[in-house]
Every structure is written in structure tokens, then in C-alpha cells.
């Protein structure tokens, strides 16, 4: 016998944890089904996560000891050439006090676990090890549950939402969501390195407790449009770097190759010396943006967080994003079982709320953007190169004069890069941002 | 029929590490499963029950986590579970354990006669394979342990005939009910749980009994009732290689230390003569 509720989340991550603690909230039956052993098992993310959102599911979360690693109160950003580059940073005395946890990083297989606790609290049923395989309809084609892996693993749901991620099986066989061209995702490599926590302190000149952000581009991904990131954890530092996928095809890098050499950077290896690596792991991210978003609801289902692509690049947010439309799909899915209809027409209101939340504002408002990075490698050769190779000659007191220094750097860059080329870059790169 | 399992609650010995510095074990961070023995007792008794009716109860001594493999006991499919959890019940040895676990089956076997007690024939974290045993001593049941195969379990006679693991073969025996059984990992592959099995343990609220409810005599549970303790963990010494004859170049001389050698070794000898397929 079927058991039929009335909401079934299809992943147990930020997105649909945060729908299934809504919805538990005000007593609506809701099930989550998860693949993994348990919440976060199998779950990738650089590690980031920011106050506010998850403050709008668990208002007192830092008194529910949500698993902190370090609260975020620096940021930096590198710019590097293969032997060297730019550091800007940003630190306020404010992301210490009043916006304490703002963005923290969290070890996802601890964070995941213990925000599922809270909507089990609530009265969300959990079920992990059961991967859904498949959406059940009527002839209609109205989406009418689930089916699952298990023996009598079917299970009725008047609505199902699709948060399982931006490898979702279920996308690609229900063709909700077309398959992610390579174009449209990033493959990131993640090492985990662990090092006492006061070695860590020091290292980043901060106090218990606090940590830094830094987000790298340049030469590191060898011309290729990608990014790296270093966060800080208690004990340990997250390492991530990823390229476009259609770049790592074409250039036929290995990911792993690039995280070696990132690892032995000179701005890198200082700060990991002498840790001990603790994981390693792989994940694709939707960096499409705006313009490959799937149609995100229809008959009787939702798509929330990274199935539907809603990742934003730029500020590597994604959990929140997740979060944010897991709560968005959980107020209308409630306003939908209220008023009795959970067709397409009943759920719409759902594209609706995301438009006008930071979510799709922020989406298109950054909808250029990856276009913009994929057509200008030179922001990942040339540009870092020139720029660490004007720098080195001003900083070097070699009885040059500073004049003659910036004629011989000015006709290198105008070799190198045609000036058209560049004011092109710059006006284009400040339209996908703006 | 009736049957009670005990299933154990042990770390993933797969991930346990052993610190070479303080020669203990490195729990932390270990995820905990059921034992594996004593899934393996669980299935038996499922797919008893499924052949001629019954009742299984799981049951657990262990901290308030051990929850956790009766919560997986009754998703595959038991009917019910109790968790034996005290803290006087903590630092039991095998002794105080059996006794322990005996006077909860007892406590069942008042409400409904126990006819078969199951268990796996060791834990994966302690290898003893006493706790079996010890539980069918003060029952006062017959017991086969090792078992890898149920023959034949005849309800109306009230007996049963298994095939278990000796010294260098099988036996199969024939005993009267009640009995304990401790069965080892060939006799059957656990299940996989159904969703509604899943669901249903998910909403299972464990029944649990502390010193008072087993009716257990302070001086023979926990620490007090264990009169064995480990003193110390250590890691074996690395074997050193044995003796190379390199026959290379001349082989005769190498084959003549060789037989030299064995010979002498009266050990060894006795040990090829053992066992014939070495």
C-alpha cells in the first residue's frame, strides 16, 4: 500500500531541507529522500555558507550549534601570474561583531546532517540511502509521486519537488532540465588539508574562531576560464579549483593536475605547508547562469537550488541560492495545498517570488558573465602575466628611471594586447557585472 | 515461533585505525553500523518467520545511540526491539554482557515462550564469539554455534537440524528447541529494506529497558559484573621474512639448504602436516 503525502523533496541539501523544514513547520506531510548514507554525504561545496539565508530557516541557528568552522572576517582576492600576483583584501571589524556570521564555512557533511536534525524536529521524515529514480504521473503527465529504489518504493506526493543537485539524475530522465551543455558548468576539485588550528591563526592572522576567504584568478587555470578558492576551517583549509568544462576538454588539462600545481603556487604553498591532506573530491557547478535556468515548475513539481541551475559564479553563491528557493518553493507549495490546486497555474507563483527575490535579480543581473570570461582568455594568460611583469619591473631598483620603466611596460602591453582589444575587455567586462 | 536477536552496535572496524603511538583504538569520526554477524542472525530469523510464522524481536545493550541498529532492525523487518541502556550496564565484559542480555530475554520469554535466540557468532570490534554461548548456558537451552546452514525446523516435534562450521569441516546436528543460534556470515544475505519498512522504523519509537526493568542484580552487570578488562592494546610486531634460497644460479645446493632447513624445523613440519592444502 502506497503511503501518500503531501509534499516529497527529492535530495536532502540546502535546498530541500530548507523546503522540508518550512513545510514541517506548518504541518504539512512532508518526506525527503536522500541517496546518500546520510545528509551531506555526498554532498560538495566549497564550504561557505551566509547567515542570512540560513538564519530565515533556523533563526537561532549559532544557538542550535549549527557545526561552524570559522566565522568569515576577511576577504581576500589574488590575482596570480605563474610566479607571483596581486592581493586585495578587505577586513572590518564589523564581520567580527554586528554581521558576525555573515558567511562562515561549514564542513557540508556535518552542516547537512545537523539542518536535516532541525527539520526532523519538525516533523519532516528523512529517508536517506533511497535514491528516487524516477517521478510517478497519471495520464495526464501530471506528476502524482515518486519512485524510489527500494522494494514498494513508490510514494504519493500532491506535489515533488526536484532538489537534488547539480547532478540530478531525475532532471536529465524527465527532461525538466536538458542536460548542462559543457559550456554551462565548471569542474572543481576540492582538497581538504588539515593543520592545527593555531598554525592556521597565524597563518592568516586572525583570532580563534575567525577565518578568511580567498577567491583566485589568474594563470592558475592555464588560460582556461576558472576560478580557485581558499577557506579557512578550524583545523583544516578548503582548496578548490575548477575550470569550464568545454575548456578542460579542449585543452585536455585534468583538473587534478591543476590543483598540484595551485598547490605548489608560491602564494599557496606557504600556507599549506606541511598539512596533512584529509579529502579530495570533485563537483560540477552551474555556471551558466540566467540563461540556462529550466522551466522551474509544472504540473504537480518544483525545481529548487542547483537542479535548476541556480548558482550564482561570480560570488560563488550556491547554498544560499538553494536555501533561498527551497523556502520560496516550500511558501508556494503551501499557498497551492491551501487552495487546493497544485497544477502548473497553482505552483506558478513560485517563478514569480524568485523574480522578484535577490535570486533571479542577481542571476540576471550577472546573465553576461560567463559568457564574458569564456571569450577573454587573456584574463587568464596574458592579462595576469603583463600585469605581474609590470609590477616586478617597478618594484625593482635597478638605476632604470621610473620613466623609462613605464614606456618599455606601456609598449608591452601595447604588444601583447592591441589597446582596442582592451578597452573592448574592460567595457565588456564591466557590462556582464553590470 | 519466537524469536530474539541480539545485535551489537560496533564501530566500522573497515575504518578503525589503531594510534601506533598510544596503541588505542582511534574511535573518533568512525561511523557505527549493526554488526555484521548479527545482521546475518536477523535475516535468518526473517526468513524464518517468513516460512513458518512468528514473532522477531531485536535486541541491543548499549548506549542511547545504539538505537540506531534496532531502528535498522525493525526497517528490515522486526517486529519489535528493546535497547537495554544503563549507564550501569557500561564497561561490560562478555560475563556481564550475557547475563545482562539473559535476563532481558527471560523478561520477553515471561510475556510470549522464546523459541529461537539469535546472534552472530562474534562482533567485528571484540571477536570473542562467547556472547552467544554464555546467553544459552543460563538459559539452559541447547545451543549450535557457527552455523552456515538451517536444515530443517520442525515446529510440531519442536526441533532443528543446522550444519555448522568445525575444526577443519562441518558437522550437522540435530537438537530440541529452545535454542540459541549463533550463525556465521555465509547462512544468509541480509535484505535490503523496503521503503515502507524504512519509513516505518524511521516513526519507531525503541522501547527502552534500564537495570531495573531487565531485573538485573547490580554486582553482575557492568564494570562490577566484568571480571575480565583489557590491560592493553598493541599492534603485532611486523613478521621479518623468512629465509630466501636463491636458486638462480645453481639450483641443486639451494634446494639441498632448503630441505635443510624445513626439516629442522619441527614446527614447521607439524604445521605442513596440519593442513594439507598449505
Redesign the interface.
Known amino acids: ?1 502506497r ?1 501518500e503525502f503531501e509534499v516529497a523533496v527529492v535530495g536532502a541539501g540546502p535546498a530541500g531541507i530548507s523546503a522540508a523544514l518550512a513545510l514541517a513547520e506548518k504541518g504539512i506531510k512532508v ?1 525527503v529522500f536522500e541517496r546518500g548514507e546520510f545528509p551531506g554525504a555526498k554532498n560538495v561545496s566549497g564550504g561557505v555558507l551566509y547567515g542570512h539565508d540560513l538564519g530565515e530557516s533556523v533563526p537561532d541557528f549559532i544557538r542550535r550549534e549549527c557545526p561552524v568552522e570559522r566565522n568569515i572576517v576577511e576577504s581576500r582576492v589574488w590575482y596570480l601570474s605563474v610566479d607571483g600576483g596581486f592581493n586585495v583584501s578587505f577586513r572590518d571589524r564589523a564581520f567580527e561583531e554586528g554581521l558576525s556570521f555573515n558567511a562562515f564555512t561549514v564542513g557540508r557533511a556535518r552542516f547537512d546532517r545537523w539542518f536535516a536534525g532541525i527539520a526532523e524536529e519538525k516533523g519532516a ?3 536517506c ?2 535514491t528516487v529514480t524516477d517521478l510517478l504521473r497519471d495520464d495526464g503527465g501530471r506528476v502524482t509521486g515518486v519512485r ?1 529504489d ?6 504519493t506526493a500532491r506535489v515533488v519537488l526536484i532538489a537534488d543537485g547539480i547532478n540530478s539524475a531525475l532532471a536529465a530522465k524527465t527532461g525538466f532540465r536538458p542536460e548542462p551543455k559543457p559550456n554551462d558548468v565548471a569542474l572543481a576539485v576540492k582538497e581538504v588539508i588539515e593543520l592545527p588550528e593555531e598554525v592556521i591563526n597565524e597563518r592568516f592572522n586572525v583570532e580563534a574562531g575567525h577565518g578568511v576567504t580567498i577567491e583566485i584568478l589568474g594563470e592558475i587555470t592555464k588560460g582556461m576560464d576558472g576560478v580557485a578558492v581558499i577557506y579557512t576551517n578550524k583545523n583544516s583549509l578548503s582548496l578548490c579549483i575548477g575550470a569550464n568544462l568545454f575548456d578542460l576538454m579542449s585543452n585536455t588539462v585534468r583538473p587534478y593536475e591543476m590543483l598540484e600545481e595551485f598547490k605548489a603556487h608560491p602564494m599557496v604553498a606557504p600556507l599549506i605547508k606541511s598539512g596533512r591532506p584529509r579529502e579530495y573530491m570533485a563537483h560540477w557547478l552551474a555556471e551558466g547562469g540566467y540563461d540556462t535556468i529550466p522551466h522551474l515548475y509544472g504540473d504537480g513539481y518544483l525545481i529548487a537550488g542547483e537542479s535548476g541551475m541556480l548558482f550564482n559564479a561570480l560570488h560563488r553563491e550556491g547554498s544560499n541560492m538553494a536555501m533561498a528557493s527551497g523556502r520560496l518553493a516550500a511558501l508556494t507549495i503551501a499557498g497551492a495545498l491551501a487552495r487546493g490546486d497544485t497544477g502548473s497555474e497553482g505552483l506558478a507563483g513560485y517563478a514569480a517570488a524568485l523574480q522578484a527575490s535577490y535570486v533571479m535579480k542577481d542571476l540576471k543581473k550577472y546573465r553576461r558573465f560567463n559568457r564574458f570570461l569564456l571569450n577573454h582568455k587573456e584574463l587568464f594568460s596574458t592579462l595576469p602575466r603583463l600585469g605581474a611583469s609590470a609590477a616586478r619591473e617597478m618594484l625593482t631598483v635597478d638605476g632604470i628611471s621610473k620613466k623609462e620603466k613605464q614606456t618599455s611596460i606601456r609598449r608591452r602591453i601595447q604588444g601583447a594586447i592591441p589597446l582596442a582589444r582592451l578597452a573592448r575587455l574592460l567595457w565588456a567586462g564591466a557590462r556582464s557585472i553590470g | 515461533m519466537n524469536f530474539v536477536c541480539c545485535i551489537k552496535q560496533v564501530p566500522d572496524t573497515a575504518e578503525v585505525k589503531i594510534d601506533p603511538e598510544t596503541n588505542t583504538l582511534m574511535r573518533s569520526g568512525v561511523e557505527s553500523i549493526s554488526n555484521p554477524y548479527d545482521l546475518v542472525a536477523l535475516e535468518t530469523a526473517l526468513i524464518l518467520k517468513d516460512k513458518y510464522g512468528g514473532w522477531v524481536t531485536a535486541l541491543s545493550m548499549g548506549p542511547p545511540q545504539a538505537e540506531q541498529v534496532l531502528k535498522e532492525a525493525i526497517s528490515l523487518g522486526a517486529d519489535a526491539a528493546v535497547l537495554l541502556s544503563d549507564r550501569a550496564f557500561a564497561g561490560a565484559d562478555t560475563l556481564a554482557t550475557s547475563y545482562t542480555l539473559y535476563k532481558a530475554i527471560r523478561n520477553l520469554d515471561l510475556d510470549r515462550p522464546v523459541d529461537i535466540v539469535l546472534c552472530g557468532k562474534q562482533a567485528i570490534d571484540g571477536d570473542t564469539a562467547q556472547v552467544g554461548p554464555g546467553i544459552a548456558t543460563r538459559l539452559g537451552f541447547t545451543q549450535f554455534t557457527s552455523v552456515i546452514e538451517i536444515r530443517e525446523l520442525n515446529t510440531y516435534d519442536r526441533h532443528i537440524t543446522v550444519k555448522r562450521r568445525v575444526e577443519g569441516g562441518f558437522e550437522v546436528v540435530r537438537g530440541p528447541l529452545p535454542t540459541v543460534i549463533t550463525v556465521d556470515l555465509g547462512l544468509a544475505r541480509p535484505r ?5 519498512g ?2 516505518l522504523s ?2 519507531a519509537v525503541i522501547d527502552k529497558w534500564d537495570a531495573d526493568a531487565v531485573g538485573a542484580e547490580v554486582p553482575k552487570i557492568g564494570l562490577k559484573g566484568s571480571p575480565t578488562w583489557v590491560r592493553r592494546i598493541f599492534s603485532p610486531p611486523l613478521k621479518e621474512g623468512g629465509p630466501v634460497f636463491d636458486a638462480r644460479k645453481d639450483p641443486v645446493p639451494a634446494v639441498e639448504r632448503f630441505l635443510d632447513t624445513i626439516v629442522a624445523d619441527e614446527e614447521l613440519i607439524s604445521e605442513l602436516f596440519k593442513n594439507p592444502g598449505v
Open positions: 500500500m503511503e518526506i521524515l528523512v529517508v540511502g533511497t524510489t527500494r522494494s514498494d518504493g513508490d510514494v | 535490503r529494506a523496503s521503503l515502507p524504512l519509513i524511521l516513526r
